[in-house]
Each structure stands twice: as C-alpha cells, then as structure tokens.
C-alpha cells in the first residue's frame, strides 16, 4: 500500500501483455528477442561510428547518433519486461517501476518528437540556406539544441508523472498492455483525471503539435526549393539528403498520432497493442537500418572502420 497521502491503494499492476496460445508466445519472445538484439546493435553501430569516423562529424549524423541513443533508451525501457510477460502469460510490476518506466519511455519519446523538429530545421537550412549552414549549425549549437529537448523531455514527462502518480488506484490494477502506458493507467484511475488529461492537451502543444508544425514548415520549404533546381540530378542529390529523415518521421508520427492524438473510433486492444509495437519495438530497429541503407557516408564509414580493423589484426 501507498501512503495515505495521495490514497493509493493498489501497490502493483499486472500487466496482461499478449494473451495467445504457449507456442504463439514462444513465437514473439524469440521475434522480438532478435529485434531487441538488432535494434541494440544496429543503433550502438551508427553512436561509435558517428563518434569515431571524421567524415561523419557533421550536424546530421550527430542529430542521427542521439536519435540512436533515444531508440536504445526507450527499446531497452521497454522490450525487456514484455520479454519476460511473454514468457510468464503476463507479469507483475510494482507501483513505482510501473511509473518509471512510463517516466524514461515518456520523456524519450518525448525527446524524439523535438529532435525530428530540430533534424527538419537542419536539413532545410542545408537545402534553402547552404552558403550560412556552417555558421548557423555549429557544433555548440547542435548541443545546446541537443540538450534542450532531452531538458524539455525529462520535464514534461516529469509533470505527467507528479499528477498521475497522485491518482486514486483503488483497483482493479490489470493493465491490458505489455508495458504502462498513460492511456491505461488512466483507465484505471477511480479519482477525477481531468487534470491529466488537460496536461495532455496542454502539453502536446509544445512537444507534439509545435514541432509538427515546425516539420511541415520546413519540408514545404525544401521541396519548392528543391522544384526550384533546375537539373534532375541536382533535384535528386538535394532530396537524397532528407529522405531517410522523412521516411523515420513519417512512421514514427503516424503511429504515434493513431495511439494518441487521432484514435480510430472503435479501436480495439489488440490494435492499440500492434500500433504500439510499431513506435516502441519496430521503429527503433527500423531507424539504423533507413540511415545505413540508405546513406553513402555510413555506409563508406562501415568499410574504412572494418578495414582499419583488418590492418590491426593483421599487424597483430
């Protein structure tokens, strides 16, 4: 039992997960075990690569390096307890973990939604203004925007958690998710969560609908810019530089905007659960692949570290 104070009386929460057959269960832990795996490896590769390659030291790849770090954060805040509801038909998790790890998932996902911003901003600076590119994205600069949205993240994701925590839980404490989320830990609040929902709304504005805003704006920009090039070539090489960019933020806002801004009505569990799936498990994994396949830089960065290990082992 909580204490008296903000009257909780539900102590732990148990958290359904996926409720399929043994050898369906079996089925995803390995799935998502070879993902969880994938995603670790694929984002820790860009992170050293990014830190140690000198081709790679710009302010697109270090914006690509903490989108990494924001992937890692929320897959490992949230893979290895499904791992373990997977493997147990469900789990239970204590009061205060449950919120911590809505706590790092929030303010990383929240990091994320400002970062996409600042990673438009770059490229339409780029693309629309190249000749003062290196005077206006500066490496203090990339860190002091980098530094900001983790800042903002931690915060807004920090009020959330001061005014759902102060929530009456009363019971029932079953949680039909595979990790807590602020939707159905809502659900089972018996005290008023007007507040919460208006933080939501309230909030949303600086980190979900601003930084959209911001999105939109900036890629309306680069495109007429890049219509304005007269050489197909030209056209081509300009829109090569952001499309993995846009390929990431388009995934990552549709289903993020289907779980929370824009519900289908009717919606169901079992959708709710796969559309989480995709901005929690999928994504993370999905972005060092888009940015590896598909650039050149990291690519090229890939071969000249394998050969320069290659030369140390064979001196060895």
């Not at 903000?6 to 050898?23: A, K, M, R, Y």
């Not at 832990?29 to 969880?36: G, H, P, R, S």
């Not at 970062?115 to 003062?132: F, W």
Request: proline share 3%.
């Amino acid at each position: 039992m909580r204490g008296e104070n903000n009257l909780t009386l539900v102590s732990e929460f148990f958290l359904l997960g996926f409720q399929v057959s043994h050898g369906i269960r079996i089925s995803l832990f390995c799935l998502f075990f070879m993902v969880y795996c994938g995603t670790i490896y694929g984002n820790l590769l860009i992170i050293i690569l990014v830190s140690i390659s000198k081709n790679l030291h710009t302010p697109m790849y270090f914006f690509i390096s903490q989108l990494s770090i924001s992937d890692i954060s929320v897959t490992t805040d949230i893979v290895p307890t499904m791992l373990d509801i997977l493997l147990n038909n469900g789990g239970t998790i204590t009061f205060i973990i449950c919120f911590t790890q809505f706590y790092f998932f929030s303010a990383s996902e929240a990091f994320e939604c400002l970062l996409l911003a600042v990673m438009s901003y770059d490229r339409y600076v780029a693309i629309c203004n190249p000749l003062r590119y290196t005077s206006i994205m500066t490496s203090g600069h990339c860190v002091i925007l980098t530094v900001i949205c983790w800042l903002l993240g931690f915060f807004f994701s920090l009020i959330y958690i001061i005014t759902t925590t102060r929530l009456f839980f009363c019971g029932p404490n079953i949680i039909d998710h595979f990790f807590c989320d602020i939707v159905p830990l809502l659900e089972l609040a018996c005290s008023d969560n007007f507040i919460v929902h208006l933080e939501m709304y309230v909030v949303g504005i600086p980190v979900v609908f601003i930084p959209t805003t911001i999105i939109v704006m900036s890629y309306t920009y680069i495109i007429l810019a890049i219509l304005r090039i007269p050489s197909s070539i030209g056209r081509q090489k300009a829109f090569s530089t952001c499309s993995s960019h846009l390929i990431v933020v388009s995934i990552f806002y549709w289903t993020m905007f289907s779980v929370y801004v824009f519900p289908t009505k009717g919606q169901t569990v079992t959708i709710s659960k796969i559309l989480s799936l995709l901005y929690t498990v999928i994504t993370p994994l999905i972005n060092p692949i888009i940015y590896s396949l598909r650039n050149k830089d990291i690519l090229k960065a890939v071969q000249e570290t394998r050969h320069k290990f290659d030369l140390v082992n064979w001196e060895l």
